[in-house]
């Protein structure tokens, strides 16, 4: 059975008389930082002076420092900044200044893994990953509970890593939530084919097809946008609430026979072989080169990107959410949403 630490589990004084300095202050570093100052942890914000990240850390309180000053103070260094960052910042910021036998903590394990990042021999290397987008992590926090945090150790320099990462986890909030222990194998590959098969492209492509579908059959754009998109919300909620079995006590006995029946028709052996193929990808660094290379132009990316805003579901959602009201009134809510959105890896 999967173990999970709780506040019990945790040595709070294992950071005590410590700095941390979170590199990265974007969806989760400025949740992590927050949430770390509040629990009573010394906590120094590394950003580029002048640019975004310094003048919101300035606005929430924080003295920001260049990254390469943050590391120089640090006892812990949080690297947070989006994937593709980190490997130039570990380099000219995080390893030519951080003390022997100090700790490297990441929230996303795609440069370990991918050995894009090989930490110094003296360093613990760890992983503390919520799971949820910073905003959340954050609220949670302030309401006295915590989204649950996956913790790894990659590397135990001083025979104290995972008392530092689970002390890490409980300063933002993590402990209350629950912290479940994995590899950064697992983490990274999981989270990969989580965005890439069903979170993300999965569900992107199964709306868009639905969409199509409708629309070429004749059907209004807007009652399509209803069936396929504005109703999806209703029903992950339910299965974020109580899993299939909530959602099947919630819908019509109509919905739930063309769910058993069709839904097979839908996503079919063949669909999972293609998520097979997916998850080999992920397995043996094929994705990994292909969006490091990607990365470095963008030009696929941009493209795939100005090809999904111009279809037209895009503008007849636009139009029929401009009349709904309730979406404005709860616009602060949304927040998580437009973050997780924004944030490669959830960093």
């Given at each position: ?8 589990d ?9 700095t ?30 002048g640019g ?95 989204v ?28 209350k ?8 194998p697992e983490e ?43 109703e ?45 193929a ?37 503008a ?32």
């Amino acid at each position: 059975m999967t173990k999970m630490f709780w506040e019990k589990d945790a040595n709070t004084n294992a950071l005590q008389g410590k700095t941390v300095a979170v590199i990265g202050y974007g969806s989760q570093g400025r949740a992590h930082a927050m949430n770390l100052r509040d629990s009573g942890v010394n906590t120094v914000v590394g950003a580029r002076e002048g640019g975004k990240a310094w003048k919101q850390s300035t606005e929430d309180g924080f003295k920001p420092v260049s990254p390469a000053e943050a590391a120089k103070q640090a006892d812990l260094v949080a690297l947070l900044c989006p994937d593709m960052a980190q490997p130039e910042s570990y380099k000219n910021d995080v390893e030519p200044n951080l003390k022997k036998g100090a700790t490297v903590l990441f929230a996303h394990g795609f440069n370990i893994h991918y050995k894009e990042i090989a930490p110094r021999p003296d360093m613990d290397v760890v992983l503390i990953a919520p799971k949820g987008p910073g905003a959340l992590v954050r609220r949670q926090y302030e309401e006295g509970k915590g989204v649950p945090c996956l913790i790894a150790v990659h590397q135990d320099a001083t025979g104290k890593a995972f008392e530092t990462a689970l002390a890490y986890a409980h300063g933002i909030g993590g402990t209350k939530g629950g912290v479940i222990e994995t590899t950064f194998p697992e983490e990274t590959e999981t989270d990969l084919f989580g965005e890439q098969a069903v979170l993300c492209g999965g569900t992107r492509e199964l709306v868009l097809a639905g969409f199509e579908t409708l629309v070429e059959a004749g059907y209004q754009p807007e009652i399509a946008y209803f069936e396929v998109m504005h109703e999806l919300k209703l029903i992950v909620d339910l299965l974020y609430e109580g899993g299939f079995a909530k959602m099947h006590e919630f819908i019509s006995e109509t919905a739930k026979y063309g769910d058993f029946s069709r839904g097979p028709k839908v996503i079919d052996a063949h669909v999972k072989n293609n998520m097979k193929a997916v998850l080999t990808e992920i397995q043996d660094g094929t994705f990994a080169k292909e969006w490091i290379a990607e990365s470095k132009t963008r030009k696929n990316y941009q493209a795939a990107w100005d090809k999904t805003k111009a279809h037209p579901i895009e503008a007849t959602g636009k139009n029929l959410r401009a009349q709904m009201s309730w979406l404005k009134a709860a616009g602060k809510s949304t927040t998580p949403v437009k973050e997780l959105a924004s944030t490669a890896g959830k960093q």
